[in-house]
């Protein structure tokens, strides 16, 4: 079956032209007809998770802003672009989506250029048509996610090595290795592959330094994207970090105990962005006993990832065996959000696109079999996926991380399909229904989904009632609630979801009793639903239930200052309470745990808000109890997390909680130096300055 049947006559040049004009134009009026469908998407405008990461960047990046400290997390060339299109044309989202969609459009005619390139142009242009109407690449198109550059680069860098390695120009080779550094800066994983197309330059019976040279060209294209990153994470960064920082963690979110080969979380954190964010970190350097650089951050996840390996050798191999299934499973597996759903929810048009990923991947698989004989001499197209798709496995799955294969995949489906036609039409019709029987059992065997993996759409109704709680709709938040919870009655932030929601409809006792259950599937959901708890355990003056609360976040994220901080907000409030009612001796003692608690805080990680509010409460608490100097030491604490002036006024308390303090305890002589100290009054803000004139004359 694998011996190539004679080739139908090929389609002609200028016809072939045409065509391609009339795919391409097909591509985007599709792309375009479907952006301007997903409007209707409250995400369109609220993008969450990753989404949310890339435009918070791409704003920082288009005012002239940095936006985290440090290397970078996550490979930058998305975010630029995306920063680019709002700094050229403005905050209106649509626009970057519809620069999106003619990328995508020219992805297309790249996947007909590679196509053309090692087959024919018939094959380029059934693949340029499958890419065309392909509904998960129009999807991503239009998404503020990376493959949409992924795609293009990645095709860009097929392309410009297949043409290196056909004229063998240095010139050719330096381009091509530009275009798979573009790719990394993207997707660093790319990077995987430069050691074999490096290997592929040095082929050939020409010359040695000719093949050498060939190699450094490529080389040094590649070095010319990347070493930029480098050098400013190193010098800029304050750290070793070839492009982003993330390695380690995502190596370790696919590669542990807990792991289902697909869920994007680290166990033991926090379910949304940031609170993961800084959980791993603090994870990390509560192991390590102190703060670590991201690099060794990295590192110490994939060092547990390798620990598990090690010591599970035979359970760690049946995972990867799993992820690979999954890889290969006609089911779209959501990162940030359930594509699917929110895909043929919003985008009308992508309802009635015919290929599915079970056709594409019984004859691209039937293709590269079919290709076999190429694969060193065509390496660049034919190696790409399977070594792409490792890349994936060894890490997560998930629709997205497979996107970058589908193109590649598409025109050995395109070859398969103009095989089987040769084939039957040379005679050869027993090797032409091998070869459909073939695809028919990869096809039975890709949509042959696993039980196990979650199908339903509680997922993408869990983030409609989210994005609907954000905008204070409650009665429409808690209707997509009950959907996710009648969909998967375990889902913990279905649950969280509902109390919220509830809450804010004012049906407390409902609220409680699911913020309740959602804390018992999962007590690492995060400050949210512990938050409304205690907020509606404290109105009612339930302080053990709320106590009980944060003793439960206290366990499970034991780290966290949270926790203990929480606590001190139940006995603070419970010092009011007992106060107000005359019971000296008892609200003395919860002012007592209060202190004690927050002094358990400290110990542990301060980060986000908990910086400065950990020590600003300490030192509240400090000046109630008289320790007016502890209550000025925890004031500057506060200070030196928090230094510029904030929407609710914290600062400017803090301020004013400094100088009270050294005024009680006799040091009203220090007030101006101690406040200069954290305030330039030169550029200050009016208000702020003349706080710290009327706080200098406290006596």
């Not at 016809?15 to 301007?36: D, N, Q």
């Not at 250029?113 to 087959?119: D, E």
């Not at 509010?613 to 500057?636: L, M, N, Q, W, Y």
Request: hydrophobic fraction near 50%.
């Amino acid at each position: 079956m694998s011996a190539e049947p004679a080739a139908t006559r090929d389609v002609g040049e200028r016809l072939a032209r045409k065509l391609l004009l009339g795919i391409c134009l097909v591509a985007l009026v599709v792309r375009v007809v479907y952006v301007l469908g997903a409007r209707a998407s409250p995400l369109f405008d609220a993008p969450q998770m990753d989404a949310l990461y890339h435009l918070e960047w791409a704003r920082a990046f288009a005012r002239g802003e940095d936006f985290q400290p440090g290397p970078f997390f996550r490979a930058p060339l998305y975010p630029w672009f995306l920063g680019l299109c709002l700094k050229t044309f403005g905050a209106n989202l649509l626009v970057p989506r519809l620069v999106q969609a003619l990328i995508g459009t020219l992805s297309v005619a790249l996947v007909h250029r590679v196509g053309a390139l090692v087959f024919d142009r018939r094959v380029g242009l059934l693949a340029s048509a499958a890419a065309a109407t392909y509904w998960m690449l129009v999807y991503f198109d239009g998404e503020l996610l990376l493959p949409v550059l992924e795609v293009f680069f990645d095709l860009l860098a097929i392309e410009r090595t297949l043409v290196a390695g056909r004229t063998g120009a240095s010139r050719t080779w330096f381009a091509a290795g530009a275009a798979w550094g573009a790719s990394a800066l993207v997707r660093p994983n790319v990077l995987a592959f430069a050691p074999v197309l490096l290997l592929w330059s040095l082929r050939g019976t020409s010359p040695w330094r000719r093949r050498v040279a060939r190699a450094a060209a490529f080389a040094c294209g590649l070095a010319l994207l990347v070493a930029p990153v480098s050098l400013y994470n190193r010098f800029g960064g304050g750290d070793s970090v070839l492009i982003s920082s993330q390695g380690g963690v995502n190596f370790y979110i696919g590669n542990n105990p807990a792991s289902d080969g697909s869920s994007a979380i680290v166990p033991g954190t926090r379910p949304d962005w940031w609170g993961g964010y800084h959980d791993a970190i603090a994870i990390a350097e509560r192991a390590r006993g102190g703060p670590l650089k991201p690099s060794a951050v990295s590192d110490f996840y994939t060092e547990r990832a390798l620990a598990w390996m090690r010591a599970e050798p035979t359970t760690a191999l049946r995972h990867q065996l799993w992820k690979l299934r999954l890889f290969w499973s006609d089911v779209e597996l959501g990162n940030n959000v359930d594509e699917r759903f929110f895909a043929l929810r919003y985008g009308p048009i992508l309802r009635v696109l015919p290929l599915g990923f079970g056709v594409l991947a019984a004859l691209g698989l039937a293709g590269l079999v079919l290709a076999a004989r190429r694969a060193w001499s065509d390496a660049p197209l034919v190696l790409f996926v399977p070594v792409y798709t490792a890349t994936v496995v060894a890490f997560f799955v998930c629709s997205r991380f497979r996107i970058p294969v589908l193109p590649p995949l598409m025109v050995f489906a395109a070859f398969a399909c103009t095989w089987i036609w040769d084939a039957a039409r040379s005679g050869r019709r027993a090797a032409a229904f091998a070869c459909l029987a073939a695809c028919a059992a990869v096809y039975a065997a890709v949509v042959s989904v696993p039980a196990s993996v979650d199908r339903s759409h509680a997922q993408g109704w869990t983030l409609l009632g989210q994005v609907a709680l954000a905008r204070g709709d409650f009665g429409a938040a808690a209707n997509c609630f009950e959907a996710a919870r009648a969909e998967k009655p375990r889902l913990a932030l279905a649950h969280e979801g509902l109390g919220l929601a509830l809450a804010g409809l004012g049906r407390e006792e409902e609220a409680l009793g699911s913020l309740r259950t959602a804390l018992e599937l999962d007590p690492l959901l995060g400050p949210a639903a512990a938050e409304k708890a205690l907020e509606l355990h404290l109105r009612r003056g339930a302080f053990d239930s709320a106590l009980e609360i944060a003793r439960l976040e206290g366990r499970t994220r034991a780290w966290s200052a949270q926790g203990p901080f929480d606590e001190a907000r139940v006995e603070h409030a419970r010092f009011e309470a007992l106060r107000t009612a005359g019971s000296a001796v008892e609200a003395g003692a919860a002012l007592e745990h209060a202190a004690a608690a927050l002094g358990r805080a400290l110990e542990r990680t301060l980060d986000g808000d908990l910086a400065f509010d950990v020590p600003f409460s300490t030192g509240r608490i400090a000046f109630e109890r008289g320790d007016f100097d502890g209550a000025a030491a925890a004031f500057e604490r506060a200070l030196a997390a928090r230094t510029a002036p904030d929407a609710e006024g914290w600062y400017h308390e803090a301020l004013r909680g400094l100088a009270h303090a050294l005024a009680r305890a006799g040091r009203a002589s220090t007030i101006r130096t101690r406040l200069e100290a954290h305030v330039d009054v030169s550029t200050a803000d009016p208000r702020t300055a003349a706080l710290v004139e009327e706080l200098a004359r406290l006596r």
